[in-house]
């Protein structure tokens, strides 16, 4: 199995892009998955770069509704034979963030990217667990029972901003290999913590070998980060590779507090498992 970085914050390779979002290319025995999209300024040019055919991919997950993952959707889709498009339903739906400042933006899916997902692919909206391939599935709704994390910014359903938006739609995608379970974050706007906890409720407490993807640390107080190194630990996982809205404070925590476990995956990486 393999993992192909299309697009992340950082370029690790020559004549490739970087933005701000996330797009990963899963390939696991007969299945290519494409994970998310980037904002759709990169995933173009870097797919050609690395020589990446649309056509062989069959299915496009989406981590949740926020422009950095669906941006690059209608590209994705035209390039693709019917695939099937897998999304929690609430991915659709309008989303905006408060800055700092107290203004307002959007930062949900578009409107052409909505339509183009109608047109050219098979929804599949998921609600609970998802096997979408032999050895993978999506979480679907991942359940906040910490009390230490949250969806880790100021968002909302309206532009108002007075009806929070909890992210319903966040979900993970799992890989089971014989090492343990490969784990593909988009943001875990869930809390990575909850996320972990509830992939080894839905696989029987396999260990978990690898996470790899944002973990939305980037506004982590002091105890969050505190309480999220505590419980990593209790996982004794092998491989942590954090990236995009995981922030560079969380994750050189992440990097001190596991020596020799830790990787980045600038947009070009190739990770084997």
């Excluded at 990787?263 to 990486?269: L, M, Q, R, V």
Aim: glycine share 10%; aromatic share 6%; hydrophobic share 35%.
């Amino acid at each position: 199995m393999k993992i192909t970085v299309l697009v992340e914050n950082t370029a690790g390779k020559r004549e490739l892009l970087a933005e701000h979002g996330l797009s990963f290319l899963i390939e696991s025995g007969r299945s290519k998955i494409l994970f998310d999209t980037g904002q759709g300024l990169a995933l173009r040019h870097n797919a050609e770069q690395l020589e990446v055919d649309l056509k062989t991919i069959t299915a496009v997950v989406l981590s949740h509704g926020h422009y950095d993952h669906t941006g690059g959707l209608t590209f994705a889709l035209n390039g693709m034979n019917c695939p099937r498009l897998y999304a929690h339903p609430e991915t659709f739906s309008l989303k905006y963030a408060r800055n700092p400042d107290g203004s307002v933006r959007e930062v949900g899916m578009t409107a052409g990217n909505k339509i183009t997902a109608g047109e050219l692919a098979e929804i599949v909206l998921v609600e609970e667990k998802t096997m979408i391939a032999d050895g993978l599935f999506l979480t679907g709704p991942v359940p906040r029972t910490t009390d230490f994390e949250d969806t880790g910014g100021s968002f909302f359903k309206d532009p108002d901003c007075r009806t929070p938006d909890d992210l319903p739609d966040d979900q993970a995608a799992c890989i089971e290999t014989a090492a343990g379970t490969v784990v593909v974050l988009g943001c875990a706007h869930s809390g990575v913590i909850n996320t972990l906890r509830y992939i080894q409720t839905l696989t029987a407490n396999r260990p978990i070998h690898t996470v790899i993807g944002g973990m939305h640390m980037v506004n982590a107080g002091p105890e969050r980060m505190e309480r999220t190194v505590e419980e990593l630990r209790r996982f004794n996982i092998q491989r942590l590779i954090p990236c995009h809205c995981t922030g560079f404070a969380a994750a050189l925590r992440l990097w001190n507090e596991f020596p020799g476990k830790c990787e980045t995956c600038p947009s070009g990486t190739i990770i084997e498992i």
